[in-house]
């Protein structure tokens, strides 16, 4: 419990520690951090999403999508920084591409499950009324697989933002990585500081993620699975008496 009391206190100083020289600010290494991640996962969307909706509209390529990508999941960060080495050398690039690594399997796989298993009579009667396939994967598929291809989405960036912290194994610095791997400077407090805010920053980015799903959710998906939800769940208690 004194430990945590001491971590919160080293929040409380913006990450500077008595007896020791200026240190970058907690405020600026979370920025630094946050920059990190939300270029990782971008890049991830831009490669991962078209794959996996395209793969789903067209209702082939499953061991692509499925397989390939828990193959893939399956590489460690640390084995990609090392190999990205000979490629990109130490530095950001290097970083990027482990966090693209890692979140790319949950959205290619999540992308097409989610427009692959919309119900073919709904695409049926969408193309009998005269819909494009381009029209019916916009007004039909992707929206009812929003849900589905954003808990895609949020498991990627819970992945990403919990592994920034690998930036100062390639001597990039700029994130919380630097305090949680140099617990000479900032003792045990510090290090037990900078996880705290990781862990913050990924349940703000799953909230983040969670109230855009809920916008872009169609209202006719929500009540169907509140009204399957109560269904589950039986009557209310007045009812039932």
């Known amino acids: 419990m004194n430990s945590f009391s001491q971590a919160l206190d080293f929040i409380a100083r913006n990450g500077q520690v008595p007896g020791e020289p200026q240190l ?41 999508a499925i397989n390939v990508g828990n193959i893939w999941r399956a590489l460690p960060s640390l084995a990609v920084l090392a190999i990205g080495v000979a490629f990109l050398g130490l530095g950001l690039g290097n970083v990027e591409l482990a966090l693209i690594v890692l979140a790319v399997p949950p959205v290619i796989t999540n992308a097409y499950v989610a427009v692959d298993g919309v119900d073919r009579d709904v695409v049926d009667a969408a193309r009998g009324m005269g819909l494009s396939g381009w029209q019916i994967l916009r007004r039909v598929e992707l929206p009812l697989g929003v849900p589905l291809i954003f808990a895609g989405i949020r498991t990627g960036a819970l992945f990403v933002v919990s592994t920034t912290t690998i930036a100062a194994l390639t001597g990039y610095s700029g994130s919380l990585g630097d305090i949680i791997n140099n617990e000479a400077s900032y003792h045990l ?39 399957a939800r109560q269904e589950a769940i039986g009557p209310p208690l007045a009812e039932k008496v």
């Open 24 to 64: 970058p600010t907690l405020v600026h290494l979370t920025l630094g951090t946050v920059r990190i991640a939300w270029i990782g996962i971008g890049i991830a969307l831009v490669i991962a999403l078209p794959i996996g909706v395209w793969l789903g509209h067209m209702h082939r390529g499953s061991f692509l």
């Open 189 to 227: 407090s510090g290090v037990l500081g900078a996880a705290i805010c990781i862990a913050a920053l990924a349940l703000l980015t799953d909230l983040l993620l969670a109230l855009i799903q809920r916008a872009l959710t169609p209202r006719g998906a929500t009540l169907e699975k509140h009204a």
